[in-house]
């Protein structure tokens, strides 16, 4: 439904300021919270491997859309990882 709109440029973004460090601080540690529950053997984790940065890193962007990709991202990572998924900042 998106690529149709986006292809008839019917697809308005909903622009607005935020920390991207902080979306992907919250959505990992979302997701390793679901990994906890459903994964019972804990063989699967998923880690940053860089620290949050001491400033914010603000954009201004569509932060549904951004959040859905990165959402998408990590899903696809779990999917296909065995054990341990990484992700820098």
Excluded: C
Aim: aromatic content about 6%; cysteine-free; proline content about 4%.
């Amino acid at each position: 439904m998106d690529v149709t709109r986006i292809e008839t440029k019917s697809l308005v973004p909903n622009k607005e300021l935020f920390d991207f460090s902080e979306m992907i601080i919250n959505t990992v540690s979302d997701f390793n919270n679901h990994i906890i529950k459903e994964n019972k053997d804990n063989d699967l984790t998923l880690e940053l491997t860089s620290p949050a940065p001491q400033e914010p890193i603000l954009i201004h962007a569509d932060k549904g859309r951004i959040n859905q990709v990165l959402s998408n991202l990590l899903s696809n990572a779990i999917k296909f990882t065995n054990k341990v998924a990484y992700m820098s900042l």
